[in-house]
């Protein structure tokens, strides 16, 4: 058993070594880069399943916690990093069109480095339990999707969407460290654990407190992409290269959503504070279901798509944040994200392919996908019917644990607004699937992909059922073994 | 230190802020940021942070104003002749900053805390380069070591983004 | 001065920068006022930093120590995001917002 603070360290040196191998290798070829980016993760992912989650005392453990839900969120990471590398090597056409290079594949090497080191700064969020640390952690995450989104420097739709990202991220963290200030001014405390101690001992100023959290609670909205936050996200994730979309919603939103988790568990359970807070969290939650289902319907590119339904989704797992103190609270938001990675990660992989032959990402280039490579099409259709939650698909059972913990807290206005969008989301998800299946298509050449493009489409594909069907596996590795899990056997 | 020389400072901070947001020469903006964090610093040597007061001078008066006026020389930013002000973006940036400000204030009004002196030192020179190194090379290391990877992508990412002509 | 002076004074220059932020239209003055909104958040830590006097009678240095790290990352923000500001310039001669909206459905 291995203390769970080398996975950082190894997935760091990993990354330095990526870079290294960039700067002194002399081969023409930057795709060996990747291959040891996925190869050196894949054996991360493996080491996860033999690390000593122990909670006792260690130098850092001040900081860091290797929780059972730390380690389902380093998985997380690691996975997604994986499908993101795999994608990056699908795009690596476009990439190597915007970058100036004096070799066909300069600047593909960084390009394969940086979501390893994303993907350190998202481990570590996964365990940090102190807010310094949420902090330093976060802006290694948001530094280098900085540098990610505005990668390709000679597509202005690239450097537009760095821009923007750049801008509002970084007012973001204004509001966030703002709000870490007042918490620490008026507990005198970062960590976690010792703030919620203070917290209920009722011996705090009750304004300066809900200011700081509110300030917080404003930083984190940027970061999951709920509305009212969301400006940044549709021009965002339609500028920016397609692999690095795909990280962004997946990876930057379950990092927020993690740090939201331990936030909120802390101030939820604060009597004076959890009736002002879950009014808020139930306000977010419905206007980003709403808007984001409701700006998506005249969609017809499928990447600005995916954006609005990236920002109903966060609608969705809101609302499990807002029922933060019901059983089955955490496991819905983990569990619905664990669906969301899958489904997301599985739409980008098959448009990077189509795009890559069709030259655009417009829901018109998919016409007649169904003809031209019925594989591919079977695969986005999995996707798209996931996304919108029909059963026996990942999808469904992560809006079923949803409404469930929602049924039992009783936020029934949430449950209608949530099944009422569900009902709109159907309409665009299927205008993808009508394009693929009823639509001519403009020429019959099939799409082609790389053995391990398709593998991997094979493979999130058939997590997608089989998940849908026998969802125990990741329930079991969420709920921890019982004596493992102070907190559920608290409440 | 006399007790008129941190609203002194307050007072050049505050208005050199809003000469950054109001001068039309981004130049003109950089000196005022310029000598609002040297009067920041100001601020912080009158709250006995002596190192942060440093730091302040050294690494944002000193190294990040300097990358922004370096940039704007490299750029030739011109003073902006249009004022055409957007003005929803206006109103609605206004109206959130003065809620932010009154907010701010009823909240320090039930701050009674705050409104105590504050508790004294102890006597004799305050050795605080120390207690801030020691802190950071023992108990905070770890979000130590993350700072330093963090630099290692900015450096990574800044090469990348304005190389003229990557290999 | 007490803490709540600075705190206001911090706030304040909070707000100027948010304000700043949404007034101007040039990315690298935008850029300016986010700095002044983190130094305000500096600016509060410090100050509740000295009021929380620990039993040796020195000020808390845990406030300090996350002073350093927002100085640290904001000086790396400012590299990083120099270099997209100037990459852009360099594709589209413009450092106005204004005329970076080519993405509209």
């Known amino acids: ?27 023409e070829e930057k795709t060996p880069v990747a291959w040891l980016g996925i190869v050196g993760l894949t054996f991360v992912f493996i080491l996860t399943f033999f690390t000593a989650n122990d909670l006792s005392a260690s130098p850092y453990s001040a900081f860091y916690h290797a929780d059972f839900r ?18 990056s090597i699908e795009y690596r056409g476009v990439v190597q069109k915007y970058v100036f290079g004096s070799r066909p594949q300069a ?58 990202y750049l801008i509002l991220s ?68 339609q500028g920016a290269p397609t692999p690095v979309t795909a990280f962004l919603s997946v990876g930057s939103k379950a990092a927020g959503f993690i740090v939201l988790m331990r936030v909120a568990e802390v101030f939820l359970p604060v009597p004076w504070i959890n009736h002002k807070a879950v009014t808020i969290l139930v306000a977010l939650a419905a206007l980003s279901l709403l808007y984001g289902n409701l700006a998506a319907m005249p969609q017809h590119n499928l990447k600005r798509l995916m954006a609005y339904s990236s920002i109903a989704h966060a609608g969705y797992i809101l609302i499990a944040v807002a029922c933060i103190g019901s059983r089955y609270a955490n496991i819905a938001v983990s569990f619905y994200l664990a669906g969301y ?14 795009a890559n032959q069709a030259g655009g990402d417009d829901i018109v280039h998919f016409n007649g996908l169904g003809k031209r490579s019925p594989y591919l099409a079977f695969a986005m259709l999995a996707a798209m019917a996931s996304l919108a939650g029909i059963p026996l698909t990942v999808g469904f059972f992560g809006k079923f644990l949803i409404f469930y913990v929602a049924y039992e807290k009783g936020q029934f206005l949430l449950m209608g607004i949530g099944v009422l969008t569900v009902a709109a989301g159907f309409y665009y998800y299927f205008k993808v699937v009508r394009a693929m299946y009823w639509k001519e298509p403009a020429d019959d050449t099939p799409v082609r992909t790389s053995p391990l493009t398709g593998a991997t489409i094979a493979a999130l594909a058939f997590c997608i059922f089989f998940l849908g069907v026998y969802p125990a596996p990741v329930i079991r590795a969420l709920e921890g073994p019982p004596s493992d899990n102070p907190r559920l056997l608290a409440r | 230190m006399s007790s008129l020389l941190p609203w002194l400072f307050s007072a050049i901070m505050l208005g050199f802020a809003c000469a950054v ?106 050795d605080d380069v120390r207690g801030v190194g020691t802190m950071l090379f023992s108990n905070y290391n770890l979000p130590f070591q993350v700072i330093g990877a963090l630099i290692l992508v900015a450096t990574v990412g800044v090469v990348v983004l304005s190389k003229r002509e990557l290999k | 001065m007490n803490l709540n002076d600075y705190l206001a004074v911090s706030g304040l220059l909070f707000a100027i920068g948010f304000a700043g932020v949404m007034l101007r239209r040039n990315i690298i003055i935008i850029f300016m006022c986010l700095e002044l909104m983190l130094n305000a958040a500096n600016l509060s830590l410090v100050a509740f930093s000295r009021f929380h006097v620990s039993a040796a009678g020195l000020p808390d240095y845990n406030g300090q120590m996350l002073v350093f790290f927002i100085i640290t990352v904001a000086a790396a923000e400012v590299a990083v995001g120099l270099a997209v500001i100037v990459s852009l310039y360099r594709a589209r001669r413009t450092t106005h917002v204004e005329d970076i909206t080519s993405m509209k459905f």
């Open chain 1, 107 to 164: 600047g593909l090497g960084e390009f394969y480095a940086l979501p390893v080191f994303t993907c350190a700064g998202l481990m570590w969020m996964a365990s940090a339990v102190d807010f310094i640390m949420i902090f330093v952690s976060l802006e290694l995450v948001t530094i280098s999707f900085y540098i990610l989104v505005a990668y390709m420097r000679r597509n202005a739709g690239s450097l537009e969407a760095g821009v923007k």
């Open chain 1, 1 to 27: 058993m291995m203390p769970a603070i080398y996975l950082e360290a190894i997935v760091l040196t990993l990354g330095v070594l990526l870079v290294l191998m960039e700067a002194f290798s002399n081969s």
């Open chain 1, 70 to 87: 730390a380690i389902f969120f380093k998985r997380f990471a690691l996975l997604t990093t994986i499908v993101v590398l795999v994608l």
């Open chain 2, 21 to 126: 947001v109001l001068n039309r020469n981004p130049v003109a903006s950089a000196l005022s940021l310029v000598v609002s964090f040297l009067a920041l610093a100001g601020l912080y040597v009158s709250l006995n942070a002596f190192f942060i007061g440093v730091i302040q001078v050294l690494v944002y008066a000193g190294a990040i104003m300097v990358l922004f006026l370096f940039i704007i020389m490299l750029l030739d930013l011109k003073a902006e002749e249009r004022r055409t002000l957007n003005t929803t973006a206006t109103l609605g940036g206004l109206l959130v900053a003065a809620i932010f400000v009154c907010e701010l204030f009823s909240v320090l009004r039930h701050f009674h805390k705050g409104s105590l002196p504050f508790p004294p030192l102890a006597a004799g020179p305050l």
């Open chain 1, 170 to 237: 970084a007012l973001s963290t204004g509001f966030f460290v703002y709000g870490i200030t007042w918490i620490y001014g008026v507990t005198g405390q970062t960590s976690l654990e010792k703030i919620g101690a203070i917290l209920l001992g009722l011996k705090v100023s009750h304004g300066p407190l809900l200011f700081g959290f509110m300030l917080v609670l404003t930083g984190l909205g940027f970061k999951i992409a709920c509305a009212p936050f969301q400006i940044w996200v549709p021009d965002v994730y």
């Open chain 1, 341 to 354: 990675l899958l489904m997301t990660l599985l739409t980008f992989l098959v448009m990077a392919a189509v």
